[in-house]
């Protein structure tokens, strides 16, 4: 089983600064990393899938990076609208979601 | 357009089963893997398993063996989730998603919200 650990829980930041949230796991996924967005009452939205490929349609400032057993998620310059709950998922070893983030403005 | 469409609310007694729908349209059924994922009230995301309807394939998160039963209805494109023996642990959300080819759950139902009470 491939276990994966999420940090921060929180965050608060302010409106322009950049984000980073990062997902170790405990075995070599390669780069099955994806990232998710989730606002209150709806579904997880696919922001990032494997390989560090940005999804149609999601803005440029969101980003991933890493490759074995360390990722970062990063948002540049945020956004109001980017207040919301954020999850890291492994897709290479069955499927493991990170435990979260949650992103606040400061 | 893909579309995965639950059914609806449920409240179910404490020991009793509950069995959910998730409706696809919008591209082969029978091509993509579908997906479960819980999320109780405040907490995070667990997958539970999954269900590849073309050839009725499973695959289950090791905790939720012995809870969660998947299966599907080609001809209907829906897939369903049944829980059984339920108990408070199991009240959530219940979100149905679709895999992409390589990994990443891309497309999503709107939940269903199970309560278990007595």
């Known amino acids: 089983e491939t276990t994966v650990t999420q940090s921060p829980a929180s965050l608060s930041m302010a409106i322009g600064e950049k984000v980073t949230i990062r997902c170790i796991t405990s075995?070599?996924?390669?780069?099955?990393m994806n990232w998710y967005q989730q606002k209150p009452g709806e579904p997880p939205k696919l922001l990032i899938s494997?390989?560090?490929t940005l999804r149609p349609g999601v803005p440029s400032r969101f980003s991933s990076s890493g490759y074995g057993t360390d990722f970062v998620f990063t948002i540049e310059n945020m956004l109001s609208e980017d207040v919301a709950d954020y999850y890291c998922?492994?897709?290479?070893?069955?499927?493991?979601f990170g435990s979260g983030t949650k992103l606040e403005i400061k | 357009e893909v579309q995965l469409q639950q059914s609806g609310t449920v409240l179910a007694r404490p020991g009793a089963s509950v069995k959910m729908s998730c409706k696809a349209s919008?591209?082969?059924?029978?091509?993509?893997?579908m997906h479960w994922v819980k999320q109780r009230p405040g907490q995070g995301l667990e997958w539970i398993g999954a269900i590849y309807p073309g050839n009725s394939d499973t695959s289950y998160n090791q905790k939720f063996k012995g809870k969660a039963k998947l299966t599907a209805v080609t001809s209907t494109s829906t897939a369903y989730m049944e829980l059984s023996s339920l108990t408070n642990e199991d009240s959530a959300v219940y979100y149905c998603?679709?895999?992409?080819?390589?990994?990443?759950?891309?497309?999503w139902g709107q939940g269903t919200l199970v309560t278990v009470s007595a």
């Open positions: 998922l492994q897709s290479d070893n069955l499927f493991t």
């Open positions: 075995t070599d996924i390669d780069d099955d």
């Open positions: 494997e390989g560090n």
């Open positions: 919008g591209y082969t059924f029978t091509s993509y893997w």
């Open positions: 998603t679709r895999s992409l080819l390589r990994g990443g759950f891309a497309y």
